[in-house]
């Protein structure tokens, strides 16, 4: 069973910034895509970072040049550093992956973390 495990968000001041990560656990043979997205209140959740196995990232506009997202395969982990905070960040954070499990050539399924909540707000 793949599990995600997020860090903790938290309450952040804007101009703040904040590390989160997201390990996986389980049985699984190898690990491709690597992301974040997020949801705010009353919105649709959106893709926010991604990073490939070869270490290729993609950003929404809206977090460009503010947000980092950085992998360490050997750990399993992601990582989404987010600098410049403002209110318009306020959400709850999911980590995904695209992980391969099974025997042989195994499956690709995509997994998800529970969500970790973070505030902006002075």
């Known amino acids: 069973q793949v599990q995600l495990m997020e860090s903790e968000g938290g309450l952040l001041q804007p101009g703040g910034s904040l590390r989160l990560s997201c390990v996986a656990s389980g049985g699984f043979i190898d690990i491709g895509l690597m992301g974040w997205h997020r949801q705010a209140p009353g919105k649709e959740r959106e893709h926010v970072a991604s990073i490939t196995s070869e270490g290729l990232t993609q950003y929404s506009y809206s977090v460009k040049g503010r947000f980092t997202v950085s992998r360490d395969s050997y750990k399993n982990t992601v990582y989404l550093q987010m600098d410049s905070l403002n209110p318009e960040d306020t959400a709850v954070y999911y980590c995904?992956?695209?992980?391969?499990?099974?025997?042989?050539?195994?499956?690709?399924?995509?997994?998800w973390g529970q969500g970790t909540q973070v505030t902006v707000s002075s």
């Open positions: 995904n992956m695209q992980v391969r499990t099974g025997k042989g050539w195994g499956v690709w399924s995509t997994y």
